[in-house]
């Protein structure tokens, strides 16, 4: 069963618009939400992360939302920028896993049009 | 800066061949990991080493194993492949404690014929 999932495969925005990127989870033991951004032959790059115990973390352009009573995360880039297509995989932990392990989704590729 | 250093970046192996596939962190990370990431269903976790001297399976482990071979190095072996095998693989490492985010590797591009 897919514990993490990202139910839009793609994603296509204009540049300088939000992109908004979501997230569902199954597990209600995860406790710790991370986003990673892959571009073409590279590997997953960390870009933001948050504690079940904030609703919101900021990090630049970046914000990531947490709703815990429906189980979804969301992440929102604003302004969006042609740099930022690449493909956007959402993934949770939880506290009693050892050595940090995790669970991805399926990811999303966005794509930024100028 | 390293980082994460995948061997090799493509393969091309023929069903029921063997082969390692070589990680080295520079990070004097504590945890590291391999995944494996096929069209469609993200990366899923095949072996992790929270500390030098374990591992322990993943969500997918059958067809593979693992050595860690000391604090930097983790290699992860197909004994005899199988054309269900082939994916890109990635070898991760984290700090392994508070919540430390895990560092990719570039990936290793695996075909089995």
């Known amino acids: 069963d897919q514990q993490v999932k990202q139910n839009s495969p793609s994603l296509s925005v204009q540049e300088g618009r939000i992109s908004i990127l979501n997230c569902d989870y199954t597990?209600?033991?995860?406790?710790?939400f991370l986003w990673y951004k892959k571009y073409p032959a590279e590997g997953p790059t960390f870009l933001i992360s948050i504690s079940s115990i904030k609703d919101k973390n900021e990090d630049g352009r970046f914000t990531v939302f947490l709703n815990k009573s429906a189980k979804h995360l969301s992440l929102h880039i604003v302004p969006s920028q042609p740099g930022d297509s690449a493909v956007y995989f959402c993934?949770?932990?939880?506290?009693?896993?050892?050595?940090?392990?995790?669970?991805f989704g399926e990811g999303t590729q966005l794509t930024v049009n100028p | 800066n390293a980082g994460v250093t995948q061997t090799p970046k493509f393969q091309v192996l023929k069903t029921g061949q063997s082969m390692t596939l070589q990680c080295a962190q520079d990070?004097?990370?504590?945890?590291m990991y391999w995944y494996r990431q096929d069209p469609g269903m993200g990366l899923r976790l095949i072996y992790y080493?929270?500390?030098?001297?374990?591992?322990d399976k993943g969500e997918v482990p059958n067809g593979y194993n693992v050595s860690r071979l000391n604090k930097r190095e983790f290699s992860l072996r197909l004994e005899s492949a199988a054309p269900s095998q082939t994916s890109v693989y990635f070898c991760?490492?984290?700090?392994?404690?508070?919540?430390?985010?895990?560092?990719f590797g570039d990936g290793t591009r695996l075909s089995i014929l």
């Open positions: 993934a949770a932990s939880a506290r009693e896993t050892s050595g940090s392990r995790l669970t």
């Open positions: 080493s929270a500390s030098e001297g374990t591992t």
């Open positions: 990070m004097n990370h504590n945890s």
């Open positions: 597990n209600s033991m995860f406790d710790y």
């Open positions: 991760a490492s984290s700090e392994g404690r508070d919540r430390q985010p895990q560092h």
